[in-house]
């Protein structure tokens, strides 16, 4: 079983439209977790942390179920520009050092 | 806003020939990391560098690759005989914090590298 598991996508979308993408993680001990950007040929960029009570930034919205293993991203009102790779990301404490696990990304494609 | 700088961005090379890829850290960061993207696919972690030390490298970190700093500011990640599977985009990253549970790591713009 893959360490961070997402749904490829891609998704196409209107803009102004609702979009949520789902994330699983299989190991039981993952510290932390992340929602990461990427544009094409770019670093990846984060942009949100996930805390167990869910959190909010703008139009963004995640959540996270320990029992689960589950993570998610909520992205409300589509913009042109939030087109790009969302990774999932999971921070594994290992070795007495912490080190990122990303997920293969979500394609998000938001046209006019 | 400071970054993590990342030379060459694309570097071409002949296969069995040695590459040496430069990082320049956030200035008070401790923590490094290198991680690579190979075209399509997921980014994978290799290594992670503290006290001028490994702490924790991945599978794909082979004896082929090593990692150095070599004075205060530099970040390489050399790997000595190339093969085209190490065709891929390189992001070295930092952190201030190696152990902070939410500690954000900084990634570099990458180094795309290209074995022919």
């Known amino acids: 079983r893959k360490e961070v598991e997402q749904d490829p996508g891609p998704f196409n979308v209107p803009e102004g439209a609702t979009v949520a993408f789902n994330c699983t993680y299989s190991?039981?001990?993952?510290?932390?977790f992340f929602w990461y950007r990427q544009d094409c040929r770019k670093e990846p960029k984060l942009l949100m942390s996930?805390?167990?009570s869910g959190n909010e930034d703008g139009r963004f919205t995640a959540q996270l179920n320990r029992a689960s293993q589950y993570i998610s991203l909520l992205i409300r009102d589509s913009k042109l520009s939030d087109s790009a790779t969302y990774l999932c990301v999971v921070r594994m404490f290992s070795g007495g050092y912490n080190k990122l696990i990303f997920g293969a990304g979500t394609r998000l494609a938001v046209h006019p | 806003e400071p970054e993590v700088t990342q030379t060459p961005s694309h570097q071409v090379t002949q296969m069995g020939q040695e590459v040496i890829l430069r990082c320049v850290p956030i200035?008070?960061?401790?923590?490094f990391y290198w991680y690579r993207q190979i075209l399509g696919q997921k980014v994978e972690f290799l290594v992670s560098?503290?006290?001028?030390?490994?702490?924790?490298k991945s599978e794909i970190f082979d004896d082929q690759f090593s990692v150095e700093r070599p004075d205060g500011s530099n970040f390489t990640l050399k790997i000595r005989s190339t093969k085209l599977e190490d065709s891929a985009m390189y992001f070295c990253?930092?952190?201030?914090?190696?152990?902070?549970?939410?500690?954000?790591?900084?990634f570099g713009q990458g180094t795309r590298l290209t074995v022919v």
């Open positions: 200035s008070n960061h401790l923590y």
């Open positions: 990253a930092s952190s201030s914090s190696g152990t902070g549970v939410y500690t954000e790591a900084f």
């Open positions: 560098f503290y006290n001028n030390e490994i702490s924790e």
């Open positions: 996930v805390y167990s």
């Open positions: 190991n039981s001990a993952s510290q932390s």
